[in-house]
T-cell receptor, first 112, second 113 residues
């Protein structure tokens, strides 16, 4: 079936610590994965993406890891800041980019 | 920086009424999407649109839903006869190429009474 899910619905971290948000996907045919950040009352905002021919990609303070063997995706946020508090969704692309399936979301709380 | 815009920001309607949600995608984008998000839940794919036709649609996108690109700038989602369970945030998104990043609009909150 088509499903992308998250292991932890909420994550609370101390400011300055690193955060890791995990995601499991089920469709082996998906070839493109994205992490989105959603703040209250706003639309999803692109954070970082990775294609299936890669296992790691780094951005500014964020790293995405892809393990195709176990169909697992993770988002690492370095030196988490209060502004990182939001809901984070993983998503997978299928159908040649015409269909994007979102996971359930993890709420990240950053304690000052 | 170009952005996707949506109107209205909030739409209240009576059950059984028709609503049209409007989106203006980023100007040089060719692929358009609608998603919905019921309060507290995940974002759900509804439909994708390219070259003036639907590319993919989910099981949510039944005969009550339709999409249209009436001119060179707008992309609309119509719900013919709204139901209570249609109450949600509706997000429009666009991208330039199928492997590019999707950019989301701020959403329209639809409340069906």
């Amino acid at each position: 079936g088509e499903s992308v899910g998250l292991h932890l619905p909420t994550l609370s971290v101390q400011e300055g610590d690193n955060s890791i948000i995990n995601c499991a996907y089920s469709n082996s045919a998906s070839d493109y994965f994205i992490w989105y950040k959603q703040e209250s009352g706003k639309g999803p905002q692109f954070i970082i993406d990775i294609r299936s021919n890669m296992d790691k990609r780094q951005g500014q303070r964020v790293t995405v890891l892809l393990n195709k063997t176990v169909k697992h995706l993770s988002l690492q946020i370095a030196a988490t800041q209060p502004g990182d508090s939001a809901v984070y969704f993983c998503a997978e692309n299928m159908g040649g980019g015409f269909k994007t399936i979102f996971g359930a979301g993890t709420r990240l709380f950053v304690k000052a | 920086e170009p952005e996707v815009t949506q109107t209205p920001s909030h739409q209240v309607t009576q059950m059984g009424q028709e609503v049209i949600l409007r989106c203006v995608p980023i100007s040089n984008h060719l692929y358009f999407y609608w998603y919905r998000q019921i309060l507290g839940q995940k974002v759900e794919f509804l439909v994708s649109f390219y070259n003036n036709e639907i590319s993919e649609k989910s099981e949510i996108f039944d005969d009550q839903f339709s999409v249209e690109r009436p001119d060179g700038s707008n992309f609309t989602l119509k719900i013919r006869s709204t139901k209570l369970e249609d109450s949600a945030m509706y997000f429009c998104a666009s991208r330039g190429q199928p492997t590019d990043t999707q950019y989301f609009g701020p959403g329209t909150r639809l409340t069906v009474l």
